[in-house]
Every structure is written in C-alpha cells, then in structure tokens.
C-alpha cells in the first residue's frame, strides 16, 4: 500500500473487498515513511483507506518533528 504522503506498507498478501472499501491482511506488514516506521503482525484498513489498523505485536519507531 502507497500513500500520497510518501508512506508505504508491505505484506506477502492482503484481500481487498472494492464494494465496502477494505483491506485485510493476516501477514506482518512493515511500513515507513516521513515520521518513522512500523512493524505488525497484521493489518487492515476500512473506509476506503482512510483509516489504517496495526494489530498484535506493533512496533513504531517516530521521528521527532516529522509528522505532519
């Protein structure tokens, strides 16, 4: 998964269900970007990307002064 803001996530798979606006992913994702980076052990995101979930064993490195 890209996004607009210069971050990224990967995963060996996800299902993504175009009519409700979901992904799902049982896999670990890993993802970085402007303000730092993440590891899970899965995620999913609803309201067509909008909003992203990092579930069980999360790990979040932030740069100070990055987020935006």
Sequence with gaps: VYTDRGY???SRSA????????????DQVRGH????T???DSFRS???GNRLYFIHN???IL??????
């Design 15 to 26: 299902v993504a269900n175009f009519v409700n606006g979901t992904v799902v992913s049982e």
């Design 58 to 60: 999360v790990k979040v």
């Design 38 to 40: 993440l590891v899970a």
């Design 33 to 36: 970007g402007p303000a730092g």
């Design 8 to 10: 990224e996530f990967h």
């Design 46 to 48: 609803t309201d067509k």
């Design 63 to 68: 740069f100070p002064g990055q987020a935006k």
